[in-house]
């Protein structure tokens, strides 16, 4: 299974990214690939965090398209990964064990929900997203 990272969707969202076209593709692919794709909780609300700000660029998506946006993909086939058993305590354990600090965190809580809900690779476009063992990390829009 694939974990589809909060960057591309955004980009898949947001018609005005350089990105669009490609991160709608990615998803797509991600979609039909063997064991399919899903989302990590965290990517949900960081996804709707950042295209409903106020200070958008593009302008802020209204709650309701986005929300619509999200189900869109639900009913596409892209499962919700979620947080197993003890989440928050192997949390903090892989962030002190791998080093990990600051905002990177955010990386690690979307790769350990990806881990738990059954992800074997996250796709995003971050090319700085945290490496996590059992978790290998692939940029579709930048591969050949």
Known sequence: MIAIDTNLL???HRSGTPEHVDARRAIESALNAPGG?????PSVAEFFSIVTHPTATGNPSPPDVAAEFLQSLRESGV???TPGPGFAA??????????VTGA?????QIGL??????ATSVWTHD???VKIPGLSVHDPLTAA
């Open 90 to 99: 192997r949390l903090a354990r892989m962030a002190a064990n791998l080093g």
């Open 10 to 12: 955004i980009y898949a």
């Open 79 to 81: 499962d919700d990964l």
């Open 113 to 118: 929900c990806a881990l738990d809900g059954g």
């Open 104 to 108: 990177r965190v955010f990386d690690l």
């Open 37 to 41: 794709c899903g989302v990590a909780t």
């Open 127 to 129: 090319g700085g997203f």
